[in-house]
Nanobody, 127 residues
Framework: QVQLVESGGGLVQAGGSLRLSCAAS????????MGWFRQAPGKEREFVAA????????SYADSVKGRFTISRENAENTAYLQMNSLKPEDTAVYYC????????????????????WGQGTQVTVSS
């Protein structure tokens, strides 16, 4: 089992920045990669960014490319999502997730690729 706890959400004005953190515990040695997803009211959960745990390869949704940066600190078993130039349409509950099923260095983008999920943290961007 892997447990995930997100933090860092909040209310910010458009154009501002936030950094989300996702702390992993438990069987962290089994983690292949980490991902960030988000879900706005009335919408499906969507991919935001992903990173492989060992190789550090990254992948981003087109809507956040150039504004968001995913990173990880292996020694602390923590993944981060730095969000800059935030827009009102970025408002959502943000979830981190851990994948343990794969090998290689290819970041995974599907919700079905992930085995463990955090509880979510609210990000609200005001216009």
């Amino acid at each position: 089992q892997v447990q995930l706890v997100e933090s860092g959400g909040g209310l910010v004005q458009a154009g501002g920045s936030l950094r989300l953190s996702c702390a992993a515990s438990g069987r962290t040695f089994s983690i292949y990669g980490m991902g960030w997803f988000r879900q706005a009211p009335g919408k499906e959960r969507e991919f935001v960014a992903a990173i492989t745990w060992s190789g550090g390869s990254t992948s981003y949704a087109d809507s956040v490319k150039g504004r968001f940066t995913i990173s990880r600190e292996n020694a602390e078993n923590t993944a981060y999502l730095q969000m800059n130039s935030l827009k009102p349409e970025d408002t959502a509950v943000y979830y981190c997730a851990a994948s343990t099923r794969y090998s290689g260095n290819f970041p995974r983008r599907g919700t079905y690729d992930y085995d463990y999920w955090g509880q979510g943290t609210q990000v609200t961007v005001s216009s």
